[in-house]
């Protein structure tokens, strides 16, 4: 037996029932349905206001139901219905981000995944720490302006949808910014960013294995980013400048992508030591999560950020990618959630993958 994660009185609402599949609609809800239905599990859509039309163009992706609130603030009071029906919400980005972490944290439901996981993701001072402790490579946070050696990225606290960024080629252009609040000054690491997305299942005793629990690379990805990647069309950052444009890092799309095979080792180190350390702070970071890095020229991976739950990278592998086709073909991380939940469920061990 593995690290219990949730209570018996939190599982009482499974026992013995077939759990349905409960989340927002938005952000990679489609794929979660999918997963779901392909694995025989009913869906709950939960949605603001009417359920969106454009659900009933995907009739394969469409939950069973609808579960609708007035404001977002209301989602909570949908609680005890979802209890009544069994239901596990699979938590993704944009859930946690409009409910606010500390609301989503306190819902009195079955959650998918380590809900304790929130309060150091949420946290960059404390997500460096996990990650730093990991031993993972890092970008350099420069304390004192004139230590500053190369490019560097400022980070203003909470930035958030890819705006509160500045770039400076050097120390020089860092002693012209103006601050507005308080940030931090990260080393800006030239390379090529790439966007992996693992899953960690504690109860998988095959395949790439863990100290307890077993590692799967299900995808990868690369952001479009507005405005920044279209700044080669329009020359260096200056220019922008000089034509009032901010550069901004606002995600507007993803691209597939693939690794260099022989930096496949790095990738799976990497993340490995991020889930071993996850057990040790907080009982592990249970189910998808993507490790958002750069590969320097020297073929050094950096990781500036990780994403603790599914991405909407992911959306671009619902029948599979380059690398899930290689455990099983066709496997969306949407399903791979679904069968988690029922294996779980088939030996006894959801308190190990639900919180
Ligand atoms: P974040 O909010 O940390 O995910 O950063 C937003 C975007 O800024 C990323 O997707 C990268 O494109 C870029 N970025 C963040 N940190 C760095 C860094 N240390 N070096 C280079 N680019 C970065």
Redesign the pocket.
């Known amino acids: 037996m593995g690290v219990r994660l949730a209570s018996d009185e939190r599982l009482a609402p499974l026992a013995g029932r077939t759990p349905a599949i409960a989340t927002l609609c938005s952000h990679s809800s489609l794929q979660i349905f999918h997963g779901a239905r392909a694995e025989g599990l009913p869906t709950i859509g939960l949605c603001v206001g009417p359920p969106p039309k454009f659900y009933d163009a995907f009739p394969l992706a469409r939950p069973d139901r609808f579960l609708s609130v007035s404001r977002v603030a209301d989602l909570p009071s949908t609680a005890a219905r979802l209890r009544e029906e069994a239901a596990i919400i699979v938590p993704h980005g944009s859930f946690v981000e409009y409910l606010g972490p500390e609301a989503f944290a306190s819902l009195d439901v079955p959650v998918f995944g380590n809900r304790a996981v929130l309060g150091w993701e949420s946290d960059?001072r404390k997500e460096r720490d996990w990650l730093e402790s990991a031993g993972v490579p890092?970008?350099r946070l420069y304390e004192d302006p004139d230590e500053v050696e190369g490019?560097?990225?400022v980070?203003y606290y909470g930035?958030?949808g890819?705006k509160?960024?500045y770039l400076a080629k050097n120390r020089e252009a860092l002693a012209e910014f103006r601050p507005t609040g308080p940030y931090v000054v990260?080393?800006?690491?030239?390379?090529t960013?790439y966007?992996m997305h693992f899953f960690y299942s504690p109860i998988t005793d095959h395949g790439y294995r863990l100290s307890r629990g077993s590692l799967e690379l299900l995808g990868m990805d690369r952001?479009d980013?507005a405005n920044?990647d279209e700044l080669y069309k329009l020359g260096a950052q200056e220019e922008l400048l000089k034509a009032g444009i901010r550069p901004t890092?606002v995600?507007t799309g993803n691209v597939p992508v693939i690794l260099r095979e022989s930096l496949l080792p790095k990738a799976f180190e990497v993340a490995g030591r991020i889930i071993e350390r996850s057990v040790e702070l907080f009982g592990g970071m249970v189910g998808p999560f993507c490790v958002?890095g750069?590969m320097t020229e020297d073929l050094e991976y950096?990781v500036?950020?990780i994403s603790t739950r599914i991405v909407a990278g992911t959306n671009l592998f619902i029948s599979g990618s380059p690398y899930s086709d290689f455990i099983e073909p066709g496997l969306s991380t949407g399903r791979r959630i679904a069968r988690e939940i029922r294996r779980a469920q088939a030996e006894d061990r959801l308190a190990e993958i639900l919180s």
Request: charged share 35%; net charge positive.
């Open positions: 960059r890092i970008p490019p560097v990225i980070k930035a958030k890819g509160g960024f990260q080393e800006y690491v030239l390379g960013r966007y952001r980013e920044i890092f995600v958002e750069i950096k500036f950020e």
